[in-house]
């Protein structure tokens, strides 16, 4: 079994950062993809980031150049840096790990308002 936990959420003004952190403990397999999702009121979770065990990433377009992934794999930890924050980031964002089967975490809200 495998457990994520995430961490880093809250409240920012537009243009501000903000960074997640996701823990994942358990049978981890040496090869897996994390990322980060999220989910908008009323609207559908939508990727926003993965990372693969070597390191490979894919993004959302609409957070090229925002936002960074990246993952410490001796912790097992999942990262997402986010920069330049809008009001349309606002969500609640979900960590996954993805081995065999897909496993997430129970999301961290992020809100970005003025």
């Known amino acids: 079994q495998v457990q994520l936990v995430e961490s880093g959420g809250g409240l920012v003004q537009p243009g501000g950062s903000l960074r997640l952190s996701c823990a994942a403990s358990g049978s981890i397999f040496r090869f897996n993809v994390m990322g980060w999702y999220r989910q908008a009121p009323g609207k559908e979770r939508e990727l926003v980031a993965t990372?693969?065990?070597?390191?490979?990433?894919n993004y959302a377009d609409s957070v090229k150049g925002r936002f960074t992934i990246s993952r410490d794999n001796a912790k097992n930890t999942v990262y997402l840096q986010m920069n330049s924050l809008k009001p349309e980031d606002t969500a609640v964002y979900y960590c996954k790990l993805s081995q065999v089967r897909d496993y997430w975490g129970q999301g961290t809200q992020v809100t970005v308002c003025s």
């Open positions: 990372i693969t065990s070597h390191g490979g990433t």
